[in-house]
């Protein structure tokens, strides 16, 4: 286990209100309620401050206009995250268009490409979708779109443009099906 140390002192009542309210959660993962539940964990820690500091840069940048549509695949950094949510920086495609999108955030669906090499699949949950790379997704290597992932993320968090997904195969009524399954509304 690396030894990590750093060194906090900053005066809570100087900061403005979203760093405190970071500075706050932060602590708190860094007391024994977080470390003291989660010890399997604990050696993430120095991701969890690198994550940290990114997401306090995430928060006080403007929101950043990138431009995207429904089916438009980009870059998303979702960070560091507890479990099996998705994580790390990773294609994503966006589910909700950005034109008449007023607020700040939207939906998004994951990609992963974590299949089996030597199994040539990885096993497939009821609400996967394989997609294989082509000329309009850009997609380096066959992945998985994972629908039971679906979530609302922040603009800021949208990177650059990879690809569009085209609706060869039925495929966007085959997300929309899955997606109303997931949410019990078929």
Known sequence: MKKIHFDLKIEAKTLPENIRYFMKNFMFF???????????????????????EKKVKINN??????????????????????????????????????????GYDTFVIPFTSSIDEKKKQKKLYNFDLIIEPDDNNNLKKTSILKIQQ????????????????????????????????????Q
């Open 150 to 185: 679906m979530q609302t993320i922040s603009k800021n968090r949208i990177g650059r443009k990879i690809g569009k997904l085209e609706n060869k195969n039925s495929i966007y009524e085959k997300i929309d099906s899955k997606i109303k399954k997931l949410m019990n509304l």
């Open 61 to 102: 940048k403007t929101l950043i206009k990138v431009k995207f549509s429904k089916y438009d695949i980009h870059f998303v950094d979702f960070g560091i995250n507890i479990g099996n949510e998705i994580n790390g920086y990773r294609p994503c495609l966006i589910f909700k268009n950005n034109r008449f999108a007023t």
């Open 30 to 52: 860094v007391s024994g309620n977080f470390l003291g539940n989660n010890k399997s964990k604990a050696h993430n820690l120095e991701n969890h401050i690198i994550d940290f």
